[in-house]
């Protein structure tokens, strides 16, 4: 008998690599220091957790459509235009949103060499080429974007600050690129972990969108406002893509505890401000120590760090990942983005930051 063929997907599907996620467990019972996925440490905002348990009674109604609450407070929050801000389940949403809208076949996407897994993903599940544009020092490179751009270029994608690598584009730079492409190609800024930066020359994108009509700035809840479970996020665009993204989105694709966790955690600003702060001494403090454990890491503006290992046997990231296992200890393996030599280390509370200081010292060998 001839076996029977069940449907085939598109053309280019089964070339992509599905995203695997920073490890969130480990057999046995003990608990694991999960220090994988650049969660905060500090959780949400009580005022989130008690906002989202208060809509329990209301699990048998649909959500507002629009999630225009939470789209009026962060209209409020940042001084924007209401109707300018698209809200999805978690910015990945939104991201594979845009390439829905404005990517196909014989199209082309540019993203940094080592930018966030899920740029070249959304581009290639419509069709469209990926190209990754080399970087410099680990940051993103805008000569070698501009260089890859082609009348076949759609979307720029640039992560800032970048994931894994934690570094950042100035602002400066970020207006160059932007000059420097065609007014049909749409320059996305994910701004992730935008809220963790501290620096002069740093702006997350609002006002390049209020101030061009090819720009998009993406955002989350899932980072410092500890919202991750939610999948929570926001673009602000400019009138006419905001437009296009709410004719494709789901009618209902925020959920209604989501919205009223989100405008909680954005009035909670002092909670917000104390997770910055602890961001700020301990990412700093363990670049510091690994630094003199003979493990330097890429300088970063985000809430992790990209630590780097010799190639020395018995010192490699691959067997330290073992280690820190063996330990309860969880920490991102990130092959996948071009660093076989070196582990993404999420800033922890104090006892995790210590605890993995501690086992790291062991493993190299530096314990007396």
């Keep these: 008998m001839t076996a029977k063929r069940g449907p085939t997907p598109r053309p280019g599907i089964l070339d992509i690599a599905p995203y695997v996620p ?7 019972a003990e608990p694991v220091v999960k220090l994988s996925s650049n969660e905060t440490p500090l959780g949400a905002s009580p005022r989130a957790v008690e906002a989202y348990l208060a809509q329990s009674p209301q699990l048998a109604r649909y959500p507002d459509g629009s999630a225009r ?32 809208a404005y ?3 014989g199209d082309e996407a540019i993203y940094s060499e080592h930018g966030f897994l899920v740029y070249k993903i959304a581009i290639m599940a419509r069709g469209a080429t990926p190209i990754a544009a080399p970087e410099r020092d680990l940051t993103t490179d805008v000569d070698a974007i501009l260089k890859r751009v082609t009348d076949a270029t759609r979307m720029v994608f640039i992560a800032n600050p970048n994931n894994p690598t934690g570094t950042y584009l100035t602002f400066d730079e970020v207006k160059r690129l ?3 492409l065609p007014e049909h190609v749409i320059l996305v800024l994910d701004a992730a972990y935008a809220e963790y930066v501290r620096a002069n020359d740093y702006e997350a994108g609002i006002e390049l969108v209020a101030t061009s009509p090819n720009t998009v700035m993406t955002r989350t809840f899932s980072k410092i406002y500890g919202l991750a479970a939610l999948r929570l996020g926001w673009a602000y665009c400019p009138a006419p893509i905001a437009d296009v993204l709410n004719r494709i ?13 989100g405008v909680a955690a954005l009035q909670d600003p002092a909670h917000m401000e104390v997770a910055v702060e602890h961001n700020m001494v301990w990412r700093g403090r363990m670049a510091e120590a690994l630094e003199q454990l003979g493990l330097p890491t890429t300088r970063s503006a985000a809430n992790f760090l990209l630590v780097h290992f010799p190639t020395t046997p018995g010192k490699s990231a691959r067997e330290a990942d073992a280690f820190l296992n063996e330990r309860r200890i ?16 999420t800033i922890g509370t104090e006892d995790e930051n210590r605890a993995v200081l501690n ?9 007396t």
Excluded: W
């Excluded at 920073?22 to 046995?28: D, F, K, M, N, R």
């Excluded at 001084?79 to 845009?98: F, K």
């Excluded at 969880?330 to 280390?345: C, K, Q, S, T, W």
């Design 359 to 367: 086992a790291l010292t062991k493993f190299m060998g530096k314990d």
């Design 178 to 180: 932007h000059a420097g």
């Design 249 to 261: 989105r789901g009618p209902f694709n925020v959920t209604g505890p989501s919205i009223a966790a």
């Design 22 to 28: 920073g490890t969130s467990g480990l057999p046995g």
């Design 103 to 105: 990517l196909g076949p």
């Design 330 to 345: 969880i920490l991102r393996r990130v092959e996948e983005y071009g660093f076989p030599d070196a582990l993404r280390l």
């Design 69 to 100: 609450p939470l789209r009026e407070a962060l209209a409020r929050q940042y001084g924007l235009d209401a109707a300018r801000i698209v809200c999805g389940a978690g910015s990945d949403e939104l991201l594979n949103m845009l390439a829905l």
